[in-house]
C-alpha cells in the first residue's frame, strides 16, 4: 500500500471515528462498531490507528491546533484590535461550522484523555485562550477597549464554541455573519468610547 493510500484511508478512519463519537459519545462508541462503519476488521483497523484513545487525541487537538495556528496568523497581521477580535471570531466559527462532529467530540470527551494526551490538549486550549488575552490586551493598550476581566475571554469563547450544538451552516447566516453579530454585540460593551 502506498502512502497516498495509507493517508486516504487513515484520514476515512478518522472522520468515521468523530461522526461516530459525535452521535454515540466516545464511549458510546466501540472500536467493532468503528471497524463495521469503515469496513475494516479489527487488525486490518489498527494498521490505521493506535487506540481508540488516540483516536480521541487526534480529532481534539487537530482541532485546537488548527484554531491556535489561524490566531498566531491574525495576531501576527497587524489589524487593528476590534478587526482583529472579528477576525478571529470569524476564524473561529468558519471551523466549527465546516467540522461540528471534531468539535462536539473535543467539547464533549476530551476529558476522557489521560496522562500526557490530555495535558496537550489542555495545554493547547489554555495557548488558544491566551491569543484572545492578547487580542483584548491589545485593544486596552490601543485605548479602544476598557479594561475587562481576565475571565471575559472564557466568556467570549463560551459564546462562540457552543455554536457547534446550534449553528447550521446553510442556515439564515453564514458563519461570518455569525460571528459579526457576536462580536457588535461584545465590542458594543467593551469600547472606552461607545458609539
Known amino acids: 500500500m502506498n502512502s497516498s493510500t495509507y493517508s486516504r484511508n487513515r484520514e476515512r478512519v ?15 462508541t466501540g472500536i467493532a462498531e468503528l471497524g463495521k462503519a469503515v469496513g475494516l476488521g479489527r487488525g486490518a483497523l489498527y494498521h490505521y490507528i493506535e487506540s481508540k484513545e488516540a483516536l480521541l487525541y487526534y480529532i481534539s487537538k487537530t482541532q485546537v491546533d488548527s484554531m491556535n495556528a489561524q490566531a498566531e496568523q491574525a495576531l501576527r497581521s497587524g489589524l487593528p484590535p476590534e478587526a482583529l477580535l472579528r477576525e478571529m471570531a470569524r476564524r473561529l466559527l468558519h471551523n466549527i461550522a465546516t467540522h461540528q462532529a471534531e468539535w462536539a467530540v473535543f467539547f464533549r470527551d476530551y476529558s476522557a484523555l489521560t496522562g500526557e ?79
Open 14 to 28: 478518522i472522520a468515521v471515528a468523530a461522526d461516530l463519537f459525535a452521535r454515540n459519545g466516545y464511549h458510546g
Open 117 to 195: 494526551r490530555r495535558d496537550k490538549v489542555i495545554a493547547a486550549r489554555e495557548r488558544y485562550e491566551g491569543y484572545w488575552r492578547q487580542a483584548l490586551d491589545r485593544g486596552v493598550e490601543a485605548e479602544v477597549l476598557r479594561p475587562t476581566p481576565r475571565l471575559l475571554v472564557k466568556g467570549i469563547l463560551g459564546m462562540l464554541n457552543y455554536t457547534y450544538l446550534w449553528f447550521e451552516p446553510d442556515g439564515e447566516l453564514s458563519s461570518d455573519e455569525l460571528a459579526d453579530e457576536f462580536m457588535d454585540a461584545l465590542l458594543d460593551g467593551i469600547r472606552s468610547d461607545p458609539r
